[in-house]
């Protein structure tokens, strides 16, 4: 029940109304029994400084940040969290301190983490673009034995390998050609794909690896979470390989934003049971 004393959150971004955010995180306010309501807030690009100077007048407790405003919205906070201050994108920001947060990578290594550990693997992403930006940095922090970013556009792939490397978070990342994923993905502990090969409605996409190219022991996780079990997975599960669903990497930037909003631990097992009635699953 919204009352006189209802602390307000909310997503801008543009567009914004097929979002599963709010139906994510207003159950978890319900279960935790916070009085804090999540709200869309469909902010047209040239209105974005207004978006968040009026947010702050209306004392707004936190805002998540998405597509197209991740990267301008930054111009107007008063600090960074130092990764995401690297990455160069904002997805979370904590108005008490005007402070702009990304928690879409760490989302990806606690989905990972539920199944394995990274310290010391080898991984393996596929693609270079925002989201792999995002997970590349937060991979580096976890201290794998190596990270291979592999993308169709090499060079974008070699920049951000150096922006990684020049982060001394890691020096243990290099890149390829995804032409050649085969047989970097034969000596991977972890795949990771960040492309949106298979995702609705491109279902039937040729997936960027096959079954016969996978081992038992790999764990593979797509961060396309619609379709549930994307191509990619579908022969990852074929190979006898451990599957991670997209779900998850939404379900945890979601729990960690609320963390730096409330304070408080995330109700994941609520959250993810919404997650999946928003979705169908
Ligand atoms: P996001 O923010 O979701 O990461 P993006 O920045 O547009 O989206 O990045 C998409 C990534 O998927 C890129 O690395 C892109 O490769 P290129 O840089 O070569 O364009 C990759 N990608 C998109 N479609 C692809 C496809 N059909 N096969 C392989 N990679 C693909």
């Known amino acids: 029940m919204i009352n006189g004393s209802t602390n307000v959150v909310g997503l801008i971004g543009h567009p914004v109304?097929?979002?599963?955010?709010?139906?994510?995180?207003?159950?978890?306010f319900k279960k935790?029994?916070?009085?804090?309501?999540?709200?869309?807030?469909?902010?047209?690009?040239?209105?974005?400084?207004?978006?968040?100077?009026?947010?702050?007048?209306?004392?707004?407790?936190?805002?998540?940040?998405?597509?197209?405003?991740k990267i301008n919205v930054m111009k107007y906070l008063d600090k960074l969290d130092p990764i995401a201050k690297l990455i160069g994108a904002v997805n979370t920001i904590d108005f008490k301190e005007m402070k702009g947060y990304n928690t879409d990578g760490i989302g990806c290594i606690k989905a990972i983490e539920e199944v394995t550990s990274?310290?010391?693997?080898?991984?393996?992403?596929?693609?270079?673009?925002?989201a792999s930006r995002a997970i590349s940095f937060y991979l580096a922090k976890e201290?794998?034995?190596?990270?291979?970013?592999?993308?169709?556009?090499?060079?974008?792939?070699?920049?951000?390998?150096r922006d990684v490397k020049s982060s001394k978070l890691t020096d243990n990342?290099?890149?390829d050609s995804i032409d050649k994923i085969a047989s970097y993905v034969n000596d991977a502990d972890i795949l990771i794909?960040?492309?949106?090969?298979?995702?609705?409605?491109?279902i039937n996409d040729e997936s960027i690896v096959?079954?016969?190219d996978m081992h038992s022991d790999l764990v593979v996780n797509d961060i396309v979470y619609n379709p549930n079990?994307?191509?990619?997975?579908?022969?990852?599960?074929?190979?006898?390989?451990?599957?991670?669903?997209?779900?998850?990497?939404?379900?945890?930037?979601?729990?960690?934003?609320?963390?730096?909003?409330?304070?408080?631990?995330?109700?994941?097992?609520?959250?993810?049971?919404?997650?999946?009635?928003?979705?169908?699953?």
Do not use: C
């Not at 009026?54 to 936190?62: D, E, P």
């Not at 794998?144 to 070699?158: D, F, G, M, Y």
């Open 118 to 130: 990274i310290k010391d693997k080898n991984v393996v992403v596929a693609g270079a673009g925002g």
């Open 32 to 69: 935790l029994g916070l009085d804090y309501a999540y709200v869309p807030f469909n902010v047209f690009p040239d209105n974005l400084k207004s978006a968040i100077l009026g947010a702050k007048a209306l004392n707004i407790v936190g805002f998540n940040v998405t597509i197209p405003h």
């Open 229 to 281: 079990e994307t191509v990619l997975l579908n022969e990852a599960i074929k190979a006898g390989a451990t599957p991670v669903y997209g779900i998850k990497m939404l379900l945890y930037q979601g729990a960690e934003s609320f963390e730096i909003w409330t304070g408080k631990e995330a109700p994941v097992d609520v959250m993810e049971k919404t997650l999946r009635k928003t979705l169908n699953l």
């Open 173 to 175: 990342i290099n890149f």
């Open 143 to 161: 201290n794998p034995q190596s990270i291979n970013i592999l993308n169709r556009n090499v060079k974008k792939a070699e920049l951000l390998v």
């Open 193 to 202: 794909d960040t492309t949106p090969v298979g995702m609705s409605p491109h």
């Open 17 to 28: 109304e097929h979002s599963f955010s709010p139906s994510m995180h207003n159950a978890a």
């Open 210 to 212: 096959k079954s016969e």
